[in-house]
Nanobody, 117 residues
Framework: QVQLVESGGGLVQPGGSLRLSCAASGIIFSIYHMGWYRQAPGKQRELVARITTGRNTNYADSVKGRFTISRDNSKNTVFLQTNSLKPEDTAVYYC???????????WGQGTQVTVSS
């Protein structure tokens, strides 16, 4: 059974930081591209950051320079370091595992990030 379990969300003031984690089980983690997506109320889910099996990364323009995605294949975990958070970063953040052949894709249940004073 495949499981992606996100953690690290919460309430933070503008300018603050959070480190999100996504622990994967039931998959061969190293052959999955990993991504973080987010969905704010009334909006579509959007890509925040992605890291490939070869550790190439890409980011949404809105988070470049503030967020950093990384992965630890020995722990089957992907991280999202979020700095200089803004109220518009408020959303549910989802972890995605995308097989390198694009034949399988899995989602976590999401973790809420709220940026507010």
């Amino acid at each position: 059974q495949v499981q992606l379990v996100e953690s690290g969300g919460g309430l933070v003031q503008p300018g603050g930081s959070l480190r999100l984690s996504c622990a994967a089980s039931g998959i061969i983690f190293s052959i999955y591209h990993m991504g973080w997506y987010r969905q704010a109320p009334g909006k579509q889910r959007e890509l925040v950051a992605r890291i490939t099996t070869g550790r190439n990364t890409n980011y949404a323009d809105s988070v470049k320079g503030r967020f950093t995605i990384s992965r630890d294949n020995s722990k089957n975990t992907v991280f999202l370091q979020t700095n200089s958070l803004k109220p518009e970063d408020t959303a549910v953040y989802y972890c995605n595992a995308d097989h390198m052949t694009r034949t399988q894709s899995y989602w976590g249940q999401g973790t809420q990030v709220t940026v507010s004073s």
